[in-house]
């Protein structure tokens, strides 16, 4: 199949990928608004997750396979395997980097300036904001990495950050 015949993953190559970033985006927010959106932003970025997982079981089950059996275990795998790599990669890991980037420049902002309060919220929020793209790489490789020795170890396949971006 060539590049211009590849079939188009809606989750992966258009811009439904970047409500796996609502969460990120909440993060960032979090001083500005009420905790329950940033929650949402939760909701939002697990639906993805769990979207896109079932977007690739379903994928894995249309293919011919020699038995139920071995289809079962495709399709299970090809979910568990996009649930784990998401989760972490899409919601965990950043949702907690961008947590902690904002919260110690809130703390940082407040030692060191005599911003205004709701001046230092924007400028926490900018951060978080601003933090989002340089994360996403490393954060990605870094999940690559642990589940090409982990999971993927252990069930005999490997995948790459290509096969999960955002």
Same mark, same amino acid.
């Given at each position: 199949m060539s590049s211009e015949e590849k079939k188009v993953d809606i989750f992966r190559? !258009?811009?439904?990928?970047?409500?796996? &970033? /609502?969460?990120?985006?909440?993060?960032?927010?979090?001083? *500005?608004?009420? #905790?329950?959106?940033?929650?949402?932003?939760?909701?939002?970025?697990?639906?993805?997750?769990?979207?896109?997982?079932?977007?690739?079981?379903?994928?894995?089950?249309?293919?011919?396979?020699?038995?139920?059996? !071995?289809?079962?275990?495709?399709?299970? &795998? /090809?979910?568990?395997?996009?649930?784990?790599?998401?989760? *972490?990669?899409? #919601?965990?890991?950043?949702?907690?980097?961008?947590?902690?980037?904002?919260?110690l420049s809130n703390i940082l902002l407040q030692k060191t300036t005599s911003l205004p309060t709701i001046t230092r919220k924007w400028t926490v929020t900018a951060i978080g904001l601003a933090a989002i793209p340089f994360i996403i790489k490393p954060i990605d490789h870094s999940v690559d990495w642990l589940m090409d020795n982990s999971l993927r170890k252990w069930s005999g396949t490997s995948m790459t950050a290509k096969d999960h971006s955002k």
């Open positions: 190559d !258009t811009p439904v990928r970047y409500l796996g &970033y /609502a969460n990120e985006v909440g993060e960032s927010f979090r001083a *500005l608004i009420h #905790v329950n959106w940033v929650r949402f932003s939760y909701v939002i970025a697990s639906s993805y997750v769990c979207a896109d997982a079932t977007s690739k079981g379903l994928e894995m089950s249309q293919r011919e396979w020699p038995d139920a059996k !071995t289809k079962r275990s495709k399709v299970t &795998y /090809a979910v568990t395997d996009t649930v784990i790599w998401q989760g *972490l990669a899409s #919601v965990a890991i950043p949702g907690f980097t961008i947590n902690r980037i904002c919260f």
